[in-house]
């Protein structure tokens, strides 16, 4: 099966930018999408297709993926962006990471 | 807009069945796939299983084919996950989402429902 790999954890300051990685076999050659999970909330989409935004996500967050490795980057990193974050995508069937947790500190 | 609310959790047996409901309101239902993913206490998300809106295709993570069956019911905006053979390590919020495509992308969740299985 298909594995996606990403750092347990990374940690911001405040105004910094956090970058959250995420690798796989050739990952470049599949779009992967973006969630961010707050304590006790259910997931929220937030990057599909590598690097587009749905409507409502703050500009701020990015994406983009190449050769076998995926990144959301968080550029001005706010006290509201601290949550866990996983990338998905989908090789025979819908693999997640094992997820993030970005610390803003 | 977009709503999804799961329903038929609680606590099983080991060995002891459990069916999920998911109603969507808010969108065209049976063109959708749609998914169910499920998130263990304290651990990551795992996908579990899809259906497309015609049901003609459905996949499943290799930990519950076989127990699982993940089905639709077009009429009354509802798809369902028939849980047997339950197992403690089936211990988890489940969620559906409503998926672009069988590809997984998924752009509206619902709250979750927990499922213990415990003796």
């Known amino acids: 099966s298909y594995e996606l790999t990403q750092p347990s954890s990374v940690s911001v300051s405040p105004g910094q930018t956090a970058t959250v990685t995420c690798s796989g076999d050739?990952?470049?050659?599949?779009?992967v999408s973006w969630y961010q999970q707050k304590s006790g909330q259910a997931p929220i989409l937030i990057m599909y297709?590598?690097?587009r935004r749905p409507s409502g996500i703050p500009e701020r967050f990015s994406g983009s993926n190449s050769g076998n490795t995926a990144t959301l980057t968080i550029s001005g990193a706010q006290a509201v962006d601290e949550a866990d974050y996983y990338c998905?995508?989908?090789?025979?069937?819908?693999?997640f990471g094992g997820g993030t947790k970005v610390t803003v500190l | 807009e977009v709503r999804l609310v799961e329903s038929g959790g609680g606590l099983a047996q080991p060995g002891g069945s459990l069916r999920l409901s998911c109603e969507g309101s808010?969108?065209?239902?049976?063109?959708?796939?749609m998914s169910w993913v499920r998130q263990a206490p304290g651990k990551g998300l795992e996908w579990v299983a899809n259906?497309?809106?015609?049901?003609?295709?459905?996949n499943y993570v290799d930990s519950v084919r076989g127990r699982f069956t993940i089905s639709r019911d077009n009429a009354l905006n509802s798809v369902y996950l028939e849980m047997n053979s339950l197992r403690v390590e089936d211990t988890a919020f489940y969620y559906c989402?409503?998926?672009?495509?069988?590809?997984?992308?998924?752009?509206?969740w619902g709250q979750g429902v927990l499922v213990s299985v415990s003796s």
């Open positions: 989402a409503r998926d672009a495509d069988y590809r997984g992308e998924a752009w509206h």
């Open positions: 808010g969108f065209s239902f049976s063109t959708y796939w």
């Open positions: 259906i497309k809106g015609d049901e003609n295709e459905k």
């Open positions: 050739k990952l470049g050659d599949k779009f």
């Open positions: 297709q590598d690097n």
């Open positions: 998905q995508a989908w090789d025979r069937l819908v693999t």
